[in-house]
């Protein structure tokens, strides 16, 4: 149980473009979403908190107009890159936490590269 | 101070060996507690879950908690090849508020 998935697993995208990624949670219902950015060798990087129905809370330096967060259903949190640029390319991993639980379960990742 | 505190590494051990990973916290309201596994390239993998203080085994892996100290463990019996990965300890008093250490690299070698 407790299965979070990630679309796509790898893009390659040209600089100018956006690139959409799909968080969602399989088996369970998750009432908050988190997505975190990753660089090489690096810890993981907070981007935004979301709850289903609510707009994202974004963190300090994490300009909300480029990465556009959606969290429609309680299964279901999307991360747009707008307008993406070479600086943009990470690794994005967004996570999950079921309703009542205190843990969160990570999806996959999605690596992206912006040419 | 960072809220949570976690050595980097890397730690290298033979195959065999028991890897003990520690993390450190300076806020006293933490009582749910993890330890996350994370393969190059992907997403992490919760392994552990502790709430409040103790012990809690699964299989090769004991998580231990000691809240007096501010100090929490995970054990590794029997490592493995496979093992090999970075560790992250992860830690919250409740709600959405996440704590997570810089995660150690370990490497056991065949």
């Known amino acids: 149980g407790a299965v979070v998935s990630q679309h796509p697993s790898r893009v390659i995208c040209k600089s100018g473009t956006s690139v959409k990624i799909e968080c969602r949670s399989l088996d369970f219902q998750a009432t908050t979403m988190f997505w975190y950015r990753q660089f090489p060798k690096q810890s993981l990087m907070l981007m935004a908190t979301s709850n289903e129905g609510s707009k994202a809370t974004y963190e300090q330096g994490v300009e909300k107009d480029k990465f556009l967060i959606n969290h429609a259903s309680l299964t279901l949190s999307t991360l747009t890159v707008t307008s993406a640029h070479p600086e943009d390319s990470s690794f994005y991993i967004c996570?999950?936490?079921?309703?009542?639980?205190?843990?969160?379960?990570f999806g996959p990742g999605t690596r992206l590269l912006v040419l | 101070q960072k809220e949570v505190e976690q050595d980097p590494g890397p730690l290298s051990v033979p195959e065999g060996a028991i890897v003990s990973l520690n993390c450190t916290y300076s806020n006293s309201a933490f009582q749910y507690f993890m330890w996350y596994r994370q393969y190059s390239r992907k997403g992490p993998e919760l392994l552990m879950y502790t709430y409040s203080s103790g012990n809690k085994e699964d299989g090769r892996f004991t998580a231990q908690v000691d809240k007096s100290s501010k100090y929490i463990s995970l054990f590794i019996r029997d490592s493995q090849p496979s093992d090999s990965a970075t560790y992250l300890c992860a830690m919250s008093a409740g709600g959405n508020q996440f704590y997570f250490g810089t995660g150690t690299s370990l490497t056991v070698i065949p």
């Open positions: 996570s999950a936490i079921q309703q009542g639980g205190e843990t969160q379960y």
